[in-house]
């Protein structure tokens, strides 16, 4: 069973930068597409970034794009979303999340097996 486990989160104001972690175990994470979503109070959970197997392809939700990059370590078993120009918009929490299986998107919860437990984000004006 694989755990994921969020650091990094904080309180930053905008225009500043954070970046989140994502520990991974419990599974050999070469084999696993891993992703970031958030959920901002009231508002339903949203994809944020994700990554493939091999790290070549990644992809960005339109709101975050340019100004967040999501990067993976193997050796490490570590995800990270590097969080630039933040705003108050980006307040959510944010959620890490992987899936072992092969033919699925990436912009829908659906699409991943595995999630961690969240770190907040909080962007101040």
């Known amino acids: 069973q694989v755990q994921l486990v969020e650091s990094g989160g904080g309180l930053v104001q905008a225009g500043g930068s954070l970046r989140l972690s994502c520990a991974a175990s419990g599974g050999t994470f070469s084999r696993y597409a891993m992703g970031w979503f958030r959920q901002a109070p009231g508002k339903e959970r949203e994809f944020v970034a994700a990554?493939?197997?091999?790290?070549?392809?990644?992809y960005y939700a339109d709101s975050v794009k340019g100004r967040f990059t999501i990067s993976g370590d193997n050796a490490k078993n570590l995800v990270y979303l590097r969080m630039n120009s933040l705003k108050p918009d980006d307040t959510a929490v944010y959620y890490c999340?992987?899936?072992?299986?092969?033919?699925?998107?990436?912009?829908?919860?659906?699409?991943?097996?595995?999630w961690g437990q969240g770190t907040q984000v909080t962007v101040s004006s």
């Open positions: 999340t992987a899936r072992s299986r092969y033919g699925s998107g990436w912009y829908h919860e659906g699409d991943y097996d595995y």
């Open positions: 990554i493939s197997r091999s790290g070549v392809s990644t």
